[in-house]
């Protein structure tokens, strides 16, 4: 079914990153090239995934929902004409498909204290990379008590960064301009859960 | 930024967004082949296709894997309905399609090839030995002038 390319040159998004290997890669895959499929697929399931599961689908429903967001990418590739929509594309068909009304919104998402004191005590490593792992304990213990609004905000503010792609704002409906200062706000009310924490060391 | 005033709590937006996505990342990965097994879904000649919806995600719960159970999709106007039953170590699927119709079925399991088939009138099929693996379902409908295709996501049977 993989037709074999007739040659072995490197494919025209090599060393590319972020937008510009997704725009490469978009314009290849429209010519039918399904390595560049591929390496989309590759490079930002990830998000996809995080994105379904921030919207409280379990990681069963997560798993068929990545794939019809996908499936449905590609089986209608030449609707999607800015490559650098295509990040904002991914994150507005999962949330949609997760919300889909077939009865498969489940519990909200099960990010919860016991997934976090779950995480595995680090393997033995240096120290800073301990100091590392406990800090983050902290962070994620912070994270989980946040207002559902603000965890969502501050995951796609990661997410996206990694895409390269300026959408929050899009993706979760806000003005433009109040994404910095709520996102600001979020991350000033984790600071007040570390420190409400205690545990000073 | 901070305006914590607590000595040596200073956790910077940057210490805290890297926080977040060791979060996700190390909480919360993809199963390690979910790219492969989106890729494998991909894999058609034809990409213009319509996308199915598994359903009824209880009794699906139970078939992941387990060998034997219904499992409902649907697309638009079109509802699918697989019976699995094992058989060693391959699969019978005794399959429905809603409205009825003599559509070709074809089911593609991951390092297996394809097996194909027309369901009846009644819209009734069967695909004996069927290999068990990552599978999806693929339905032609329509005729020459309005042909469509509807596939499932892949799953593991």
């Known amino acids: 079914m993989t037709d074999v390319q007739t040659t072995e040159v490197d494919p025209p998004w090599e060393g590319l990153t972020g937008a510009e290997l997704h725009a490469a890669c978009m314009q290849a895959a429209r010519e039918g090239d399904r390595r560049a499929m591929d390496r989309l697929v590759a490079e930002l399931t990830p998000l996809v995934w995080h994105v379904a599961r921030a919207n409280g689908l379990d990681r069963s429903v997560a798993e068929d929902v990545v794939q019809t967001v996908w499936l449905a990418l590609f089986s209608q590739l030449g609707k999607l004409r800015d490559p650098k929509a295509l990040a904002a594309w991914l994150i507005t068909t999962t949330r949609r498909e997760a919300t889909h009304p077939f009865g498969r919104r489940m519990q909200p998402v099960p990010l919860s204290d016991e997934v976090a004191e779950a995480m595995p005590s680090t393997q033995p490593a240096p120290e800073d990379e301990a100091v590392r792992a406990d800090r983050d304990r902290r962070v994620w213990r912070a994270f989980v008590r946040l207002p559902h609004r603000c965890q969502d905000l501050l995951r796609l503010t990661v997410l996206a960064g990694r895409a390269e792609y300026q959408l929050v704002a899009e993706t979760l409906r806000m003005p433009r301009g109040s994404v910095g200062p709520t996102r600001g706000r979020c991350l000033d009310q984790m600071r007040d859960l570390l420190a409400s924490e205690g545990g000073t060391r | ?157």
């Open chain 2, 1 to 157: 930024m901070n305006d914590l005033g607590a000595p040596g709590e200073a956790f910077s937006d940057e210490m805290i967004l890297a926080g977040i996505g060791r979060f996700l990342d190390e909480l919360d990965p993809p199963p390690d082949d979910l790219v492969q097994r989106v890729q494998f879904a991909l894999a058609l000649e034809d990409l213009d296709v319509e996308v199915a919806r598994w359903e009824r995600l209880d009794t699906l719960a139970g078939v992941r894997g387990g060998g034997t159970g219904t499992i409902t999709f649907t697309v638009s106007d079109l509802t699918v309905m697989i019976n699995l039953t094992k058989i060693g170590k391959l699969h019978r699927i005794d399959g429905w399609l809603v409205p009825a119709g003599q559509y070709g079925v074809e089911v593609r399991v991951a390092e297996h090839g394809t097996s194909s088939t027309t369901a009846d009138e009644g819209g009734r099929f069967v695909l004996d030995n069927v290999p068990r693996g990552t599978t999806q379902i693929l339905v032609h409908l329509g005729d020459v002038s309005c042909r469509r295709t509807v596939v499932t996501p892949t799953v593991v049977l």
